[in-house]
Structure formats: C-alpha cells, structure tokens
C-alpha cells in the first residue's frame, strides 16, 4: 500500500508542476492576447484618427474641388461672357473699319477723279494761256511795228511842218520886222508927246 500511496504522490506533485507550468503559459498567452488587443486596439484608434483625418481632408479637398469647380465654372461663364462681349466689340470694330476704308476708298476715288479734272483743267488752261500769250506777243509785234511806222510819218509830217513853218516865218519876217518898226517908232512919239525920252526908260 505505502508504495502506491507514495506513487500517487509523485503523480500529484508532477501534476501540480504541470497545472502550475500551464497556469503559468495560460497567463502568458492571456497576457500576450491582452497586449496584442491592446496594440490592436490602439492601431485600430490610431486607423481610425488617420481615417477620420482623411475623412476630413477628403471632404475638405471635395468642398475644395466644388470650391474650385464652381470658380471654374463662374470663370468660364465669365469667359464665355467676355469672349462674347470681345466678339461683339471685334465685329463692331470690323464693321466700322469696313465702313471707314469704303469711304475712305470713295474720298480717294473722288480726290482722284477730282484730280484728273484739275489736271484737264490745267492743261487746258496752260494752253490757253499759250495761244493767249502767242496772240499777245503778235497783237505787240504788229503795235511795235505800227508804232514804229506811226513815229515815222509823224516825224516825217511833223519835219515838214516845221519847214513850212519857217518858211511861212522867213516869208512874213520883213513885214513882222516892218510893223515892229513901225509900232515902235509910234511909241517913241507918243512918250516925246507926253514928255518923256524913251532912252531914259
């Protein structure tokens, strides 16, 4: 009997040593799950700060890109508006230097045939002024000439006259000096009559 008893024994104090050993892994592993859940957990707190942080920034850059959508959007209707409003201003533009360039070309043509006629005119009149000055140099030429002649017969009559005239004076000088000699002596008389001596006068 001692012996099974002491047997039993061994078998107990064996098994307490594998209880214990077994208390001791349990615990460890226990430990072990606990610190992984922990890690775990702390992994799954910081997982989801970093996705509530991305869940911000995600909405943050979606109200951005509306931000930036609407922007774009306002920008191209303001684009669209001065694209327009350029296009509109471009035409008009055109249409004015169209209607400026037509009547500048319908002044040109104007000046141009307004010039042809001045051009006419003043050929036409430099040829006038040609047969005019032709005909007044002739018109001079027949005067000079006739001027010339006229000076000649009037010096001829005018030489004639004053042969004729001294002859007429040489002819009636001795009655002239005939009368003069008569008055005078007449004279004389007439002061002796009244008592004066003409050699004193």
């Known amino acids: 009997m001692p012996p099974k008893t002491k047997g039993k024994?061994?078998?107990t104090g064996e098994q307490k040593k594998k209880n214990s050993g077994a208390d001791v892994e349990s615990e460890a592993k226990h430990s072990l799950v606990l610190l992984e859940k922990e890690l775990l957990q702390d992994h799954l707190a910081i997982w989801r700060a970093e996705a509530r942080r991305a869940k911000a920034s995600e909405d943050q850059l979606k109200q951005r890109l509306q931000e930036l959508a609407a922007e774009?959007?306002?920008a191209r209707s303001e684009g669209k508006a001065i694209f327009a409003e350029m296009s509109r201003q471009h035409r008009a533009l055109q249409n004015e230097m169209d209607a400026h360039r037509k009547q500048l070309e319908e002044e040109v043509k104007c000046l141009r045939e307004q010039l042809e006629t001045c051009q006419r005119e003043t050929e036409a009149s430099r040829?006038?002024?040609?047969?005019?000055l032709g005909e007044r140099d002739r018109t001079l030429a027949q005067l000079r000439a006739h001027v010339t002649d006229m000076?000649?017969?009037f010096e001829e009559i005018l030489d004639g006259s004053l042969d004729l005239l001294l002859a007429k004076l040489r002819a009636i000088k001795?009655?002239?000096d005939e009368a003069a000699l008569r008055l005078h002596t007449r004279h004389k008389e007439m002061l002796r009559q009244i008592g004066l001596n003409p050699l004193d006068l």
């Open 127 to 132: 040829k006038e002024a040609e047969r005019v």
């Open 174 to 176: 001795p009655q002239w």
């Open 151 to 153: 000076e000649a017969k």
């Open 9 to 11: 024994r061994r078998k």
């Open 72 to 74: 774009l959007e306002r």
